[in-house]
């Protein structure tokens, strides 16, 4: 029986292209990911916070040197994917593939609370084999991540069956799964070992997580650290080697 390989993700908030100095620099978050993600090879890509906060949300990046750095492709082209014209992606949301991986739907998922949020949401095949892909920027609250995870459960207990893998700055600093993410809240069997990514200089906290499901497991999971990245932003970049499930 053939088995599905590994794939390689990787997530990182980039804390809208302000650095440790307070520069905002959207080329320097695109050189630090070029020489410090790239040779990881990376098939999938989640950014936060890679748009502006402020009204109309501009692109913090430019998008398509950020593709040919990682040589990687926006899932955000068409405006049913981006907030507006102005912005790289979905408030802040900005998920990149492997050209080779042929996506059949993608959408956005609109997130409860005061602040907007959504998630990202591509359904791919990979390699053969079915695989979903969510990236998402969960509240700081835990009362909001448990709406927020459950409202993603719900619209993926909808979907079709298959692997999903969940990723980005989940906000949850436990080194345990915490509350959104047990199965009674979310309704999904997500796993995933915590890593430190927060902040560069000093990382106490697991805020930026890859989780995967049914019968797949994030095999490795490592911060990826260079003072390129570590000066860039906020957050230090997690890079995790996920096994696939032939599992429907």
């Known amino acids: 029986m053939h088995r599905p390989s590994d794939i390689v993700c990787a997530t990182w908030n980039v804390h809208r292209a302000v650095g440790r100095d307070g520069r905002f620099d959207g080329a320097r978050i695109v050189a630090a990911a070029a020489s410090g993600i790239a040779p990881e090879r990376p098939r999938i890509l989640a950014l936060q916070e890679a748009d502006l906060d402020d009204p109309p949300h501009a692109a913090a990046l430019d998008v398509p040197r950020l593709e040919e750095a990682m040589r990687l492709v926006s899932v955000h082209r068409g405006p049913e994917m981006r907030w507006n014209s102005h912005g790289g992606g979905f408030l802040g949301n900005l998920l990149l593939l492997d050209p080779h991986i042929e996506i059949t739907r993608r959408r956005i998922v609109d997130l409860p609370g005061a602040v907007p949020r959504a998630a990202v949401l591509v359904e791919t095949v990979t390699d053969g084999v079915p695989l979903r892909v969510v990236s998402c920027h969960l509240s700081l609250l835990q009362a909001l991540r448990v709406v927020q995870i459950r409202t993603l459960g719900q619209v993926i207990a909808r979907a079709p069956r298959m692997q999903t893998i969940l990723m980005g700055d989940l906000n949850e600093w436990r080194p ?9 809240a979310s309704g ?43 000066q860039a932003s906020d957050h230090l970049p997690l890079l995790g080697k996920v096994t696939r499930s032939a599992q429907a």
Do not use: E, M, Q
């Not at 345990?176 to 009674?184: C, M, Q, T």
């Not at 990382?203 to 930026?208: G, H, M, S, T, V």
């Open 188 to 230: 999904l069997d997500l796993s995933g070992p915590p890593r430190r990514t927060f902040p560069p200089s000093f990382p106490i906290l697991p805020l930026d997580r890859i989780l995967t499901d049914r019968g797949g497991r994030v095999r490795t999971a490592k911060v990826l650290r260079t003072p390129d990245l570590a």
């Open 176 to 184: 345990w799964r915490g509350l959104a993410f047990s199965r009674w």
